[in-house]
């Protein structure tokens, strides 16, 4: 690539583009507004990469990120430990906490099972899911896991893994989203949400 803005913003424009969702372009562009406000944007972000790149660990137990280990909350004794809800990345659990619909405890895979990716069982935590569901006070694995056809061959397999346990094995429904129109789903979506109705 011909450098034009020298080698330091040129390895910061490189390592920015590597992130989600930025390409080289936009990479180009959070640089510049970074450079342009140094201490209000550049100084703090480089602290707080720092930082969380000293303190933030992996969780022992769920496999989450936190600064403790074991995470805030597995550690938490409000939380009930009879249920554990499996999910793909720590992404998945955050968006599970926002919508402050659990109480309990997680399980993170790290990653779904796929026959085109190459990506087998051992691959991911299914060994420590399996440890951890054979715990006496655990009742009930809730499998959260993407819509998706790695996501429903990783969900058919842990709940075969999981029948040997005592849990009861459950999944996330599917159908029609909180606000959604009729109209605007699409033909499979709608197909779901019938196969799952309930009563009224
Ligand atoms: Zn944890």
Not at 14 to 41: T, V
Not at 125 to 136: C, N, S
């Amino acid at each position: 690539m011909a450098s034009s803005a020298g080698p330091e913003i040129e390895r910061l424009i490189a390592l920015l583009s590597k992130l989600p969702g930025l390409g080289p372009r936009s990479a180009r562009r959070a640089s510049l507004a970074l450079l342009k406000r140094r201490d209000q944007l550049l100084v703090p972000l480089a602290e707080a990469m720092t930082t969380a790149a000293a303190r933030v660990k992996t969780c022992s137990v769920c496999g989450s990120l936190d600064t403790q280990d074991p995470c805030a909350i597995c550690s938490d004794p409000t939380r009930d430990g009879s249920l554990i809800c499996v999910v793909e990345e720590v992404g998945a659990l955050w968006a599970m906490e926002r919508a402050s619909a659990f109480r309990g405890r997680y399980h993170v895979l790290g990653g779904l099972l796929s026959a085109l990716d190459g990506v087998g069982p051992d691959a991911l935590k299914i060994g420590p899911l399996l440890e951890r569901a054979a715990a006496t006070e655990v009742r009930e694995a809730i499998l959260a896991l993407p819509a998706t056809v790695d996501g429903q061959t990783t969900a058919h397999y842990l709940a075969e893994r999981l029948a040997a346990s005592n849990v009861a094995v459950t999944m996330l429904a599917r159908g029609v989203p909180v606000g959604g129109e009729l109209d605007w789903l699409d033909d499979g979506t709608i197909a779901q949400a019938m196969r799952a109705r309930r009563p009224a």
